[in-house]
């Protein structure tokens, strides 16, 4: 079974062009958006992840984005068996 993965941002102090490039980079990632809530986004990984090293490559994919976009995050993070699902 693949694991889902859900990040829950806060960009502080972010122009708009850095967190576009922020943005971008995720997606790059094959992370996708979650429908109309602004910060949240998914992504899911192939069978041979574990929580940990779904976290790691996670973590990575932030960083790098991070990194291009020059800006610093705080991520709320959730991993696990069961797809994302949304309300609302």
């Known amino acids: 079974m693949n694991l889902s993965a859900q990040v829950t941002l806060d960009l502080p102090n972010i122009d708009d062009e850095s967190r576009r490039k922020f943005y971008e980079k995720l997606q ?8 109309d809530i602004t910060t949240t986004w998914k992504i899911t990984f192939v069978a041979e992840f574990t929580p ?8 990575t994919d932030l960083a790098n984005a991070a990194k291009i976009a020059k800006a610093s995050y705080t991520a709320s ?3 696990g068996f069961e797809p994302i699902k949304v309300s609302g």
């Open 28 to 35: 790059q990632e094959k992370w996708r958006k979650i429908g």
């Open 52 to 59: 940990q090293t779904a976290l790691e490559a996670l973590k």
């Open 77 to 79: 993070i959730a991993i």
